[in-house]
């Protein structure tokens, strides 16, 4: 399986000011997601990252508040704009990998716990 | 669109014993994977099993089995000798065959194991 990284684990930040999330993997990957789990709720997917093109959305989530690069098949990085206190949760990203059949299980990064004061 | 149901937001099983953990799904799709994830108090998203619906046979991993049911949408987990390491909150999800397609996640099951 991928082996993927995330900085920063934790951050507790003011609100109004914005935090830049890193994922790096050890692999090349097609597909890179990244996923909002709030306290105590399940993982509710914020955007599709491919290398090369926009980020495409989830409904309720835009791009001005959740901007996402994907500047290569290693690394994306998902930025959390004009922080408020419900922002607070665990940002994962996860990838697709590839074996056999094309993109069928995902592998989840450690996450990066925030609370915004 | 699919749905994911998880009916048990809590479980509890005494160390060495068998616990099942239900899962529902809902989709009009004939291909599809369905998983089990786990979620440690260290938050760290871990795959436990994944099912393939186009194989009839039930998946297994060591101490972790499921029944599938296509017919019923319905995907359980079972935990066999469960361990003092198992207690976790359980996900089960759904992703259609397509490439790139997105993971739809249960609402979690929380599971304790009793020493």
């Known amino acids: 399986s991928a082996v993927i990284s995330q900085k920063p684990s934790r951050d507790i930040c003011q609100r109004g000011t914005s935090l830049t999330i890193q994922c790096q993997v050890d692999?090349?990957?097609?597909?890179m997601f990244w996923y909002r789990q709030q306290p105590g709720q399940s993982l509710t997917l914020i955007a599709t990252a491919n290398q090369g093109s926009e980020a495409t959305y989830e409904s309720g989530f835009v791009i001005d508040k959740f901007p996402i690069s994907r500047p290569n098949l290693t690394f994306s990085t998902l930025t959390v704009s004009n922080m408020s206190p419900e922002d607070s949760s665990i940002y994962l990203c996860?990838?697709?990998?590839?074996?056999?059949?094309?993109?069928?299980?995902?592998?989840f990064g450690p996450g990066t716990r925030l609370l915004v004061l | 669109a699919q749905t994911v149901t998880q009916s048990q937001p809590e479980m509890s099983v005494q160390e060495a014993e068998t616990v099942t953990l239900s899962c529902t799904y809902d989709t009009s799709e004939s291909d599809y994977y369905l998983f089990w994830y786990k979620q440690p108090p260290s938050r760290q998203m871990i795959l436990v099993i994944r099912q393939e619906a186009y194989k009839q046979q039930n998946a297994t991993e060591n101490r972790f089995s499921v029944n599938f049911q296509k017919a019923a949408k319905s995907f359980s987990l079972k935990i066999s000798d469960s361990q003092l390491g198992d207690a976790a909150m359980y996900f089960c999800a759904y992703r259609p065959e397509t490439s790139g397609s997105r993971l739809t996640f249960g609402e979690g099951t929380q599971l304790t194991v009793n020493p």
């Open positions: 692999s090349q990957v097609t597909m």
């Open positions: 996860s990838v697709d990998w590839i074996r056999g059949r094309l993109g069928e299980t995902q592998y």
